[in-house]
C-alpha cells in the first residue's frame, strides 16, 4: 500500500497568505502543514508516499526532497494543469499502477486511526472506502448516506455556488447531522484505472457517483478522533489552535 497527498489547488480562499507559496505549506504551530501528512503515514507505517502537485510545485519537493529527513519515501506527480481531485489520483497512480492506494486531501488535519480504515476496507473487501465525519447541519460538504454495513447507498454533492454561501453564512445549527466525505479514500488499483485520464475529473461529482449506480462495493466508515478541513483563513486559525493546545494528536514536535 502506499500513500498519495493531493497537495495541487491554487489556496484561493487562504489569498493573501497563499501569493508566495502553496497552502499546503502554510505553517501550522511553526512546521509545513504537510509534514503532519507524512508523520501521520509514517507512524502508521505507510513509508513510500507520493505528492500530487501543481501550483507552486518546486517549493514542496525542496522542501520534503526525497523524504529520508522524515522518515519516509516521497516522489512527486506533478500537473501540467490541474486535473481534479480523481484526475491528480490517476495521475499519481503512474508512479504506482498496482498498488491500492490511501489518499488524503491535502488540507485535512486530522489523527484518525488508518490502521482501523484499512483494516475496515479489507474486511469489507471494498474496491473503495471513504473516512467520514459527522457534521451538524446546515454545513457545505458533500453528504455520503450509508446502510447498516456501511455500504454506501448515495452521494449528495453541493454546488459550488451551494458551498461558497454555507461556508460564507453557515446559520444557525439545527441539531440534525450528516455524514460528510472526510476527504481520506482507500482505492483499489482498479478503480484508480477507470478513472478518465488526461483531464479534470472529480472524485465528488463523477467518479464515486458512477461506482455508486453500477453498485461497486464502496464503503464509508466514521472513525474516532479529531478532523478538520484548513482550506479557510479562520478553519486555518483553528488548526493552529489544535495542534498547540493538544486537541490533535500529532508525532510531528514544535520547531
Known amino acids: 500500500m502506499k500513500g498519495v497527498i493531493i497537495a495541487g489547488g491554487f489556496g484561493t480562499r487562504m489569498r493573501p497568505l497563499t501569493l508566495q507559496r502553496p497552502k499546503h505549506l502554510l505553517p501550522v504551530a511553526n512546521r509545513p502543514f504537510l509534514e503532519y501528512q507524512v508523520d501521520l503515514f509514517r507512524r502508521h507505517g505507510i513509508t513510500e508516499i507520493i505528492f500530487a502537485t501543481n501550483y507552486m510545485a518546486d517549493q514542496i519537493e525542496e522542501h520534503f526532497g526525497d523524504g529520508s529527513r522524515f522518515g519516509v519515501r516521497l516522489s512527486y506527480a506533478i500537473e501540467n494543469e490541474p486535473l481534479g481531485t480523481a484526475g491528480a489520483i490517476r495521475n499519481a497512480a503512474g508512479l504506482a499502477p498496482h498498488d491500492t492506494l490511501i489518499v488524503f486531501n491535502g488540507d485535512i488535519l486530522t489523527d484518525f486511526d488508518l490502521g482501523q480504515i484499512i483494516a475496515f476496507h479489507g474486511a469489507r473487501h471494498a474496491a473503495a472506502t471513504i473516512a467520514l465525519r ?23 454533492e453541493p454546488t459550488e455556488e451551494e458551498k ?7 446559520g444557525p445549527k439545527t441539531g440534525e447531522v450528516d ?11 482498479e478503480i484508480v484505472a477507470s478513472i478518465p485520464s488526461g483531464r479534470p475529473v472529480s472524485i465528488e461529482r463523477e467518479t464515486y457517483p458512477a461506482l455508486i449506480q453500477e453498485r461497486a462495493p464502496v464503503f464509508g466508515l466514521a472513525p474516532q478522533g479529531f478532523w478538520l478541513d484548513m482550506g479557510r483563513p479562520d478553519q486555518y486559525l483553528a488548526a493552529n489552535v489544535a495542534v498547540l493546545t493538544g486537541a490533535v494528536r500529532t508525532g510531528v514536535p514544535f520547531a
Open 134 to 156: 459527522a457534521v451538524e447541519r446546515p454545513h457545505p460538504f458533500g453528504v455520503v448516506v450509508t446502510d447498516a454495513e456501511g455500504r454506501v447507498q448515495a452521494w449528495h
Open 164 to 170: 461558497r454561501r454555507l461556508a460564507r453564512n453557515p
Open 179 to 189: 455524514y460528510i466525505n472526510a476527504g481520506i479514500y482507500v482505492l483499489e488499483p
